[in-house]
């Protein structure tokens, strides 16, 4: 059974880089073909995507975040992650790592969800 | 980009009864791209309809899904207590792929 589970500091202050990382077990990155997801949720409202990484490291990204995004992927680990720099108060969500349905039609249709994580961004 | 109104904001409903829950793009798209979520409280997302009719691997056939072009509609033809959630639609064929802003469907 696949699962994800992010991990990452949980407050993080105005002007400094949010650093999260997913780890995935059940399944291999390197072993699939899929555009690996960070998507967030900030509390009370509704779903935001970040971005996706190919385990090759080919990354897309929601233009409205790319100046501030960086995706990488550690294939040894199992994991990839999530850097968003100049954070403030407004980046202050629940961060979720998926995997997409398949590698084709689907490849941002997210059918395996981590729990997510809050990153609060707060002095 | 394509923004999706969903409607209504809230519905209340009795288990038993029929739900229909609306989703709107801003312009027409192509119906193999949009899939519906539910989302419970302190729960991550999780896939219910994906090309606008498919249901997602375990979704129970309540669960329906229809439309096109700029009128789409989850349907769940007999509400069960489980079922009350946010409902959430997303459009994944242009960049970035949108969500809307979500159906919070309560028990009445």
């Known amino acids: 059974q696949l699962q994800l589970q992010e991990s990452g500091p949980g407050l993080v202050k105005p002007s400094e880089t949010l650093s999260l990382t997913c780890t995935v077990s059940?399944?291999?990155?390197?072993?699939?073909?899929?555009?690996w997801g960070w998507i967030r949720q900030p509390p009370g409202k509704g779903l935001e995507w970040i971005g996706s990484?190919?385990?090759?490291?080919?990354?897309y990204y929601n233009p409205s975040l790319k100046s501030r995004v960086t995706m990488s992927v550690d294939t040894s680990k199992n994991h990839f992650s999530l850097k968003l720099t100049s954070v403030t108060a407004a980046d202050t969500a629940v961060y979720y790592c998926?995997?997409?349905?398949?590698?084709?039609?689907?490849?941002?249709?997210?059918?395996?969800w981590g729990q997510g994580t809050l990153v609060t961004v707060s002095s | 980009e394509i923004v999706l109104t969903q409607s209504p904001g809230t519905l209340s409903l009795s288990p038993g009864e029929r739900a229909t829950l609306s989703c709107r793009p801003s312009?027409?798209?192509?119906?193999?791209?949009l899939a519906w979520y539910q989302q419970k409280p302190g729960q991550a997302p999780r896939l219910l309809i994906y090309?606008?009719?498919s249901r997602a691997t375990g979704i129970p056939d309540r669960f329906s899904g229809s439309g096109s072009g700029t009128d789409f509609t989850l349907t769940i033809s007999r509400l069960e207590s489980e079922d009350f959630a946010v409902f959430y639609c997303?459009?994944?064929?242009?960049?970035?792929?949108?969500f809307g802003r979500g159906t919070k469907l309560e028990i009445k």
């Open positions: 997303q459009y994944s064929g242009s960049s970035p792929p949108t």
């Open positions: 312009q027409s798209v192509s119906s193999s791209y």
């Open positions: 998926a995997r997409p349905r398949n590698n084709q039609q689907q490849w941002l249709v997210f059918d395996y």
């Open positions: 990484i190919y385990y090759s490291g080919s990354t």
């Open positions: 090309g606008a009719s």
């Open positions: 059940g399944g291999s990155i390197s072993g699939s073909s899929y555009y």
